[in-house]
C-alpha cells in the first residue's frame, strides 16, 4: 500500500520504536498526528531527533492514553491506527504495578473503544515477546502460551486480549504485533544493548544481570517496516503476528560481539543485586518464529545483528550526554 496522503495516529510517538515509525511513516508521505504523553515542559521525547523536513508531516498531540476524550481526539479523521504507547520498564512495574496496569490496560481499552467511534481501515496494536513469558518449545510462534512473569507482561497479556476481544465482539480490524527485543538508535539504557555499549565507552567496566538468558534481537527500521506492512495486509486481521528475526543469542555472547565492534577488552560484573529479576520472573529464554510474518506480511529483518550494533554504537557514541552509565536505569 502507498502512505502518501494518508491521516495516520501514533500513540507512544515519543518513544524509542515510536518516533521510529513516525519517521518512517512521515517519510513515505503520511500525515501523522503523534499522539504523546503530557508533561510540563512540552517534551516531545524522541520527536526531537526527527529531520527537520519531516515536521510538515507530523502533527504533535499531547494528551493521556488513560484519558478516554483524549483519545479519542487523537483518533479521530484518522484511517490508519498504531497503538505502541505504553509502560514498558519491567523493574518499574514491580514497584508500581497498578501505573502499569491502568496505562496498559485500560489506555488499550480507551484506544479500541475510540476506534469504534473513529472507525479507522486497521488498528495495529503493539504488543511484546515478554508475554510468552520463557520459552517452553523452541522456537517462539503465536499459540505459545501466554505467561505473566511481570506485571508488565501480565499487563500486555490483558491488551492483547481486550484487543483481542474487540476483533470477534465488534469486528474492529484490529492486528497485534509482536516485536521480539527491538533494539536501535534512541534506545535507553533501560535496555540491554544501550546499557552493554554505554558502559563500554567508559572505563570498560560493565555491570549486568544475568548472562545466560537468550534474546531475539531485531533492528529497529525492521521492526518499523513489519509494523506498517501488518496495516496493509488484509489477511492478518485479528491475528497476532511475531516480529524477530528467528536466531536467539545469549547475553554473554552479546557483550563479546559488541565488545569487538568497539574494538575494546571488557570486564563483566554479572549478577549485579539489583539488575537481576526475581527467579521466576526472568524470562530465560526468547527466540521467535517469523513465520507468519514471512507469510502475511512478506516481511523478514534486513539488517544483520553486526550492521544493527554497529550502527547503535556510532549513535550512542555520538550521544553520549543523554546516557548516565553508573545509574541502574529502570
Known amino acids: ?25 512521515a517519510g513515505e508521505g503520511a500525515r501523522v498526528r503523534a499522539f504523546v504523553r503530557y508533561n510540563s515542559r512540552a517534551d516531545q521525547g524522541n520527536l526531537g531527533f526527527l529531520n527537520a523536513r519531516l515536521a510538515g508531516n507530523v502533527e ?12 479519542r481526539a487523537a483518533l479521530e479523521g484518522s484511517a490508519y491506527v498504531f497503538h505502541l504507547g505504553a509502560l514498558i520498564g519491567i523493574p518499574y512495574s514491580y514497584r508500581h504495578p497498578r501505573d502499569v496496569v491502568e496505562t496498559n490496560v485500560i489506555g488499550t481499552l480507551n484506544v479500541l473503544q475510540a476506534a469504534r467511534v473513529t472507525a479507522p481501515t ?29 506485571p508488565y507482561s501480565a ?38 544493548i544501550p546499557t552493554i ?8 567496566r560493565i555491570r ?20 506498517a506492512l501488518a496495516a496493509g495486509a488484509p489477511q492478518a486481521e485479528g491475528l497476532e ?23 575494546i577488552d571488557v570486564a563483566v560484573e554479572d549478577n549485579d543485586g539489583e ?32 550492521e544493527g550494533l554497529k550502527e547503535t554504537v556510532e549513535w550512542i557514541a555520538r550521544h553520549r550526554d543523554l546516557y548516565r552509565p553508573a545509574v541502574y536505569q529502570t
Open 60 to 71: 504533535v498531540d499531547y494528551g493521556d492514553l488513560r484519558d478516554e476524550d483524549a483519545v
Open 275 to 306: 539488575r537481576v529479576r526475581p527467579v521466576n520472573s526472568e524470562v530465560q529464554r526468547l527466540h521467535a518464529d517469523n513465520a507468519r510474518a514471512r507469510q502475511l506480511l512478506a516481511w523478514q529483518p534486513e539488517v544483520s545483528l553486526d
Open 122 to 150: 486497521r488498528v495495529v496494536h503493539v504488543s511484546t515477546s515478554e508475554v510468552y513469558g520463557s520459552a517452553r518449545r523452541i522456537p517462539i510462534d503465536e499459540t505459545h502460551p501466554l505467561q505473566g512473569q511481570s
Open 208 to 227: 549486568l544481570g544475568s548472562l545466560s538468558p537468550t534474546r531475539d534481537f531485531t533492528f529497529v527500521r525492521d521492526t518499523v517496516r513489519g509494523m
Open 155 to 192: 499487563s500486555k497479556i490483558g491488551a492483547d486480549k481486550i484487543a483481542e476481544s474487540f476483533h470477534k465482539s465488534f469486528g474492529l480490524p484490529v492486528v497485534t504485533v509482536r516485536p521480539f527485543n527491538t533494539y536501535g538508535p534512541r534506545q535507553s539504557a533501560r535496555a540491554i
Open 241 to 263: 503476528v511475531n516480529l524477530g528475526s528467528n536466531a536467539a543469542i545469549s547475553i554473554g555472547e552479546l557483550v563479546t560481539r559488541i565488545a569487538g565492534i568497539m574494538g
Open 197 to 204: 555499549i554505554s558502559q563500554g565507552l567508559g572505563p570498560h
Open 1 to 25: 500500500m502507498t502512505w502518501e496522503g494518508q491521516q495516520v495516529t501514533v500513540t507512544g510517538a515519543g518513544g524509542f520504536i515510536g518516533s521510529h515509525l513516525v519517521e518512517y511513516l
